[in-house]
């Protein structure tokens, strides 16, 4: 083997290592850089995720406070359907007409009541 093989042999077997060595360290910066990029979007994930949680304890406050507004509602509903069968049902019994104050009382149909001076 003549000297100038040996030189290019010595020069393959150097040149393969730090072309390893290169090829490496360019991927190893690659890989980096998609880490990088895909924890970004881990993070904006997970600002959707608390989003998205944060709208649905939103809606379930909504709609616990729509829930109790309709029992409320309810409740009035009925309250006023006893006052109105209480009305109708005095409106069957005849017409009765009171007068509240410190004048008299006046029922219709029945006898008068004379105020009191006091």
Same mark, same amino acid.
């Given at each position: 083997?003549?000297?100038?093989?040996?030189?290019?042999?010595s020069a393959l077997f150097l040149?393969?290592?730090?072309?390893?060595?290169?090829?490496?360290?360019?991927?190893?910066?690659?890989?980096?850089t998609v880490l990088k990029r895909?924890?970004?979007?881990?993070?904006?994930?997970?600002?959707?995720?608390?989003?998205?949680?944060?709208?649905?304890?939103?809606?379930?406050?909504?709609?616990?406070?729509?829930?109790?507004?309709?029992?409320?509602?309810?409740?009035?509903?009925?309250?006023?359907?006893?006052?109105?069968?209480? $009305? #109708?049902?005095? /409106? %069957? +019994?005849?017409? @009765?007409? =009171? $007068? #509240?104050?410190? /004048? %008299? +009382?006046?029922? @219709?149909? =029945?006898?008068?009541?004379? /105020?009191?001076?006091?």
């Amino acid at each position: 083997m003549s000297e100038v093989g040996f030189i290019l042999l010595s020069a393959l077997f150097l040149a393969v290592p730090v072309s390893i060595k290169y090829l490496l360290a360019f991927q190893m910066r690659h890989m980096v850089t998609v880490l990088k990029r895909q924890e970004r979007e881990v993070e904006q994930l997970a600002m959707y995720l608390e989003a998205i949680e944060q709208e649905s304890l939103v809606t379930r406050r909504a709609m616990r406070q729509v829930e109790g507004q309709r029992r409320q509602a309810q409740a009035r509903r009925e309250l006023l359907e006893d006052k109105l069968d209480r $009305v #109708r049902k005095t /409106a %069957a +019994e005849g017409p @009765v007409i =009171a $007068v #509240r104050g410190p /004048a %008299a +009382e006046v029922a @219709v149909g =029945a006898e008068p009541v004379t /105020a009191q001076a006091t």
